[in-house]
């Protein structure tokens, strides 16, 4: 709230990042225009933000841009099961252990390179319309298992077996199934991802 004055009497706009997982347990390419039917903690409290940023704005005439993440990957080495899954994974694959992917990994998924994210995200402020919402992705989901078969690729030398376990109950509850977020309106403006998912992939691999 204390940011929201802020803005509201320097004239700032008002940048939020939230989540893509605000859609919905089912995502296939969300528009920016869908009804968000968050589950979850996390989802939840992200699309709680959102409408209070909005509700303060529309009352007092600011301005704001709400920016919907997918999933983001990269350079970051605080690697988890919760947090950073792909990483996670990544790096057991290096260490030769197993891994287990749920529903054997028949799951879409939009990876974003940290690197796509900040250039996307630098140009939703630069050039985006205010008082909007824009999802941040590239547009092309992947199986969640075609993506562990890059990294595969990558490590020719990997002993790792790749099993399935079933999915929590909490997570068929809380975290989306399949998610893919529609970037027609931030390909609008001139943004195109430059990282491949191949090359971020390779990345990882050898880091």
Do not use: W
């Amino acid at each position: 709230m204390e940011v929201l004055q802020y803005c509201k009497e320097e004239d700032v706009v008002f940048n939020f990042i939230s989540s893509g997982f605000v859609y919905g347990l089912d995502i296939i390419n969300a528009k920016e225009t869908d009804i968000p039917d968050p589950r979850g903690f996390y989802s939840i409290t992200k699309r709680t933000a959102e409408q209070l940023i909005i509700s303060f704005c529309e009352t007092f005439k600011c301005k704001y841009r709400i920016l919907r993440l997918a999933n983001v990957y990269g350079t970051d080495k605080t690697l988890s099961g919760k947090k950073n899954v792909l990483g996670f994974l990544i790096n057991k694959l290096k260490n030769d252990e197993d891994i287990s992917l749920y529903d054997n990994g028949l799951v879409l998924r939009d990876y974003m390179h940290v690197d796509d994210v900040s250039r996307a995200v630098k140009c939703v402020i630069d050039t985006g319309s205010v008082n909007q919402i824009y999802n941040i992705a590239t547009g092309h989901p992947l199986y969640f298992c075609d993506i562990i078969k890059l990294a595969f690729d990558n490590l020719p030398d990997c002993k790792s077996k790749i099993l399935s376990a079933d999915t929590p109950e909490f997570y068929s509850k809380t975290q989306a199934k399949n998610f893919s977020l529609n970037v027609e309106k931030l390909n609008r403006l001139n943004f195109k991802s430059t990282i491949s998912l191949n090359i971020g992939i390779e990345k990882l691999c050898i880091s």
